[in-house]
């Protein structure tokens, strides 16, 4: 059974950073190509970020710069380091294994002075 945890969400102040993790399991985490999305409230979700099993990394054009994926392979976690964080950042963050359909809770982020 496919599962998702995300974690690290929180209140921060514009600027600030902020380091989400995901907790994968019921698939070949090893290789699969993983992303992030978000949905900001009253939008429809998002792609924020992919990486590839050989460690290649795309993002959408608004984060560009300011968000860095990553993925421990041996626990099976993926990462989003966010940086420079911006009100617009504010949504529930979300990973997936690309081009399924199961869902985590996700974790809010909320970008805030």
């Known amino acids: 059974q496919v599962q998702y945890v995300e974690s690290g969400g929180g209140l921060v102040q514009p600027g600030g950073s902020l380091r989400l993790s995901c907790a994968a399991s019921?698939?070949?985490?090893?290789?699969?190509?993983m992303t992030w999305h978000r949905q900001a409230p009253g939008k429809a979700r998002e792609w924020v970020a992919t990486?590839?099993?050989?460690?290649?990394?795309f993002y959408t054009d608004s984060v560009k710069g300011r968000f860095t994926i990553s993925r421990d392979n041996a626990n099976g976690t993926l990462f989003l380091q966010m940086n420079s964080l911006k009100p617009e950042d504010t949504a529930v963050y979300y990973c997936?294994?690309?081009?399924?359909?199961?869902w985590g809770q996700g974790t809010q982020v909320t970008v805030s002075s």
């Open positions: 019921g698939f070949s985490f090893t290789s699969a190509i």
């Open positions: 997936q294994e690309a081009d399924t359909t199961t």
């Open positions: 990486m590839f099993p050989a460690g290649r990394t």
